[in-house]
């Protein structure tokens, strides 16, 4: 079965330090990553993915991921955070062995950026 | 390109109620998704549609249901509505296949009195 978690709910972190919000995987086969960032009262952005090919990944907004196949983790990251980058995170995997679109969700992080 | 849009925004229901939610997908995209969003459960997956045809289901009873259109367009209904229904759905669009990424509305908040 596929499934990912995240294991903190809160990240703080002060403006222009660098933000890392964790991820790890379980899945059959090889794994479809993606993170999406949600704003109060909104849907959710896509921000990166991690299909195959080059173990960082960088997406939108200045993040990037670093997949991890010993450590089955996909962290994301920024380098300097900033105070709108306050938000929930979500990483998902998609479920290959069922269809395309279906994704499994972890239970989202909240950032905080601290001014 | 418009992104993905669903209506309404917000909906009160009272238990008992149906109720049909409604997703526009990025045009050119057939895959359809639904997912349901709760403080509780997290973001749970509903249902996709592909080509007017219900590609996967996920644990949900069968109170909910869904359908799609020849134009990609996708309705979800909810019979019969429970408290617990109360959530934000949110409706994914994609092009289907394995390796491009999902697209989402801002989502439908219904609350179920």
């Known amino acids: 079965a596929q499934s990912v978690a995240q294991p903190e709910d809160q990240v703080n972190v002060a403006e222009g330090n660098p933000l890392t919000v964790k991820c790890t995987y379980s899945?059959?086969?090889?794994?479809?990553l993606f993170w999406y960032v949600q704003y109060p009262n909104r849907g959710l952005q896509f921000l990166l993915k991690?299909?195959?090919?080059?173990?960082l990944v960088k997406g939108s907004y200045g993040f990037e991921a670093e997949f991890n196949k010993s450590q089955t983790s996909f962290h994301l990251k920024k380098p300097s955070a900033l105070v709108s980058d306050s938000a929930l995170y979500f990483c998902?995997?998609?479920?290959?062995?069922?269809?395309?679109?279906?994704?499994?969700f972890g239970t989202g992080t909240r950032l905080t950026v601290i001014p | 390109k418009a992104g993905v849009t669903q209506t309404p925004r917000y909906l009160i229901k009272t238990r008992g109620q149906q109720v049909t939610l409604s997703c526009s997908p990025i045009?050119?995209?057939?895959?359809v998704s639904w997912y349901q969003q709760t403080p509780g459960q997290g973001l749970q997956f509903l249902f996709e549609?592909?080509?007017?045809?219900?590609?996967n289901k996920g644990n949900f009873p069968g109170r909910f249901s869904g359908r799609q259109f020849s134009n990609s367009r996708s309705e979800m209904n909810v019979s019969t509505l429970e408290l617990g229904d109360s959530a934000l759905y949110l409706c994914?669009?994609?092009?289907?296949?394995?390796?491009?990424?999902?697209?989402f509305g801002q989502g439908t908040r219904l609350t179920v009195v």
């Open positions: 994914a669009s994609g092009q289907g296949d394995l390796n491009t990424e999902a697209f």
């Open positions: 899945v059959s086969g090889n794994p479809y």
């Open positions: 991690y299909i195959t090919g080059d173990n």
């Open positions: 998902a995997v998609r479920d290959i062995m069922t269809g395309a679109n279906n994704l499994f």
């Open positions: 045009s050119g995209h057939r895959s």
């Open positions: 549609y592909f080509s007017e045809t219900q590609r």
